[in-house]
């Protein structure tokens, strides 16, 4: 039903004015019930709530006057009351900042995803600056990394047109050469905790396509696979320059690969994926639990030994033996085992604390030859340690938790545009000076997830609101220094210079598929939204269930 139009309403006569009056007003309300539909459930949740509070002050105001008419003094019920409004009060204000906060975080993904769909749809990545879209593997990664995102948010015009495409544009049957670890963690963890939020078989069925297409890469001597899987013909092979496979990436793929079996009930891809965590359990070579960051897939040994780090080629091994374990029921002991030990070498061998502010900090071993470095990388810790103690673990690997958290924080703080450099340095010297020092190299931020993520776990398990504040500091950051004015946000070349950031005209998958989803479930009052005893995420921040305990 649309307006009457001005000719209309000249054509009206006196006679017809309580005709008109009527007509209009059941207008209104038709037009007000069709935009309080469109609101999200969320949305209309909480205007119902607000109203309920601002009737509750109404009336506690209402009797408060009404003793005061009376002559009646009663200086206790006074003060109760005022304790209750101000207590009202308090909260109304609390959640009308969780809403302002939720969606600005929206809103930053609708902005985003305008960039994606005006000038990259259907292709891997967006080029905001130029307008134009990057190929990695021709798979439409953004797309499907931001399926989950988009049905946690409620955008469901995104998602329905995001589904279409998946149904008939996405197809694996391609001559094109993927790395089994980005595919494995973005395509088949996408399709996996998308099928399990919304049951629809579709991305369950593209799943299995492409785990089956991911196989050869596992025909390797060792069992040990290859990086890269060509998944149109079927054949796999190392990198051009060396016949290693990096550490991390043979040892993050289990989750998905486990989950894969656990729906289909086909053994062979946790078969395959346990073997390596097996594998590697028994190699030698490790340094009180820390491990080298490559392996050779022709005898599957570890190779350039000595240099231990949490970063880059190492970080998520330590993730996935966590999460293994708490996926699979928390009955695998050999995971356990290898976690518990490489947390207590990284507290022997790699922390280490600065000289000005004594800030807490994992620095890199080379041939026994401490690195204060650091990667943005390793603020995924935080989130791993506090995860632990949750379920069960020492508690000084949250007291840990909480230092390193500090410590990431200071990483965006102390830089001029709020955001953090892509690594850091720290100084050991007791001195005034800064803290964390950046080398003109590492300047750049990539809009990396991993800083919000540990503060998502951080707030879940402390109720702590100054993990909310720090996310939406770096928020802010981020929409201020790398949103793109024609839609979508880029990575920048220099955190240190907000006069000249630099934008690098590329958006990663990941911001859309994890930094953007951390942000909203840090925000998200709602502790049941992907509940921390129900699901566990990949590194990719696709959530998979955990598995029920097996019986007694």
Known sequence: MYPPSRKDFISLTL??????????????????????????????????????????????????????????????????????????????????????????????????????????????????????????????????????????????????????WVEKDLSFNKNVDVNLFETTIRILGGLLSTYHLTGDQLFLEKAKDLGSRLMPAFKTPSKIPFSDVNIGKGTAHPPRWTSDSTLAEVTSIQLEFRELSRLTQDPQYQEAVNEVMTLVHKLPGKHDGLVPMFINTNNGQFTHKGVFTLGARADSYYEYLLKQWIQGGKTEDNL??????????????????????????????????????????????????????HNGLPGDHMDLAVQLMETCHQMYKQMETGLSPEIAHFSLQASDGSDVIVKPADRHNLLRPETVESLFYMYRFTKDTKYRDWGWDMLQSFNKYTKVSGGGYTSINNVRDPLSPGPRDKMESFFLGETLKYFYLLFSDDMELLSLDKYVFNTEAHPLPIWPSPPK
């Open 336 to 389: 356990l085992e290898d976690y518990l030990q490489a947390i207590e070498g990284v507290k022997k061998h790699l922390v280490r604390q600065t000289g000005p502010s004594k800030l807490t900090f994992v620095g890199e071993l080379s041939h026994n030859r401490f690195n204060p470095k650091m990667d943005h990388l390793v603020c995924f810790l935080p989130g791993t340690l506090a995860l632990g103690a």
């Open 15 to 164: 006679s017809d004015s309580h005709s008109q009056t009527y007509n209009n007003g059941k207008h209104r309300r038709q037009s007000c019930w069709r935009k309080w539909k469109q609101l999200s459930r969320l949305q209309r949740s909480l205007i119902l709530f607000l109203l309920a509070l601002l009737l509750i002050l109404g009336l506690l105001s209402y009797g408060s006057i009404t003793e005061h008419w009376r002559g009646k003094h009663f200086p206790l019920h006074a003060k109760l009351t005022s304790h209750t409004q101000r207590q009202s009060l308090s909260l109304i204000l609390m959640v009308l900042l969780f809403i302002e906060r939720l969606e600005a975080v929206c809103d930053a993904f609708r902005h985003a995803w305008k960039g994606y769909k005006d000038y990259a749809w259907g292709h891997d990545e967006l080029k905001p600056i130029s307008k134009s879209f990057g190929e990695w593997f021709g798979l439409g990664l953004t797309l499907i990394d931001a399926l989950d995102t988009m049905w946690i948010m409620g955008l469901k015009e995104e998602f329905a047109e995001a589904k279409t």
